[in-house]
């Protein structure tokens, strides 16, 4: 094989895996929440769009398991990715994460 032969192939397999980078292995809901680092009970009160980030405003119901870093009193950050979750204003959710 020749080098240039091997830059391309090289080159294709680079291409082929950041495609794929950015998406999320399927899992349950129950593997989710084993996985996570925290767990808590929030309340949704609003949303906002800052850049590339959903600013959720938040009500902490309940800490279930370790401590909310990405979450400070009243604020949880979320990336509008694919890999992002939607949360609906007014509603309550059990949530967990790293």
Do not use: W
């Not at 129950?30 to 009160?45: H, K, S, T, W």
């Not at 990336?79 to 959710?93: D, L, M, P, Q, R």
């Amino acid at each position: 094989m020749n080098s240039k032969m091997f830059l391309q192939l090289l080159f294709a397999l680079g291409f082929v895996g950041s495609s794929f980078a950015c998406r999320c292995l399927p899992k349950t809901q129950d593997e989710r929440f084993c996985e996570g680092n925290f767990a808590a009970i929030i309340y949704v009160e609003g949303r906002d769009v800052v850049g590339l980030e959903r600013v959720y405003n938040i009500d902490i119901i309940a800490i279930l398991r370790g401590n909310m870093q990405q979450a400070d009193e009243r604020h949880l950050k979320g990336a509008t990715h694919s890999c992002g979750v939607t949360f609906e204003v007014n509603k309550y959710y059990v949530i967990s994460g790293n």
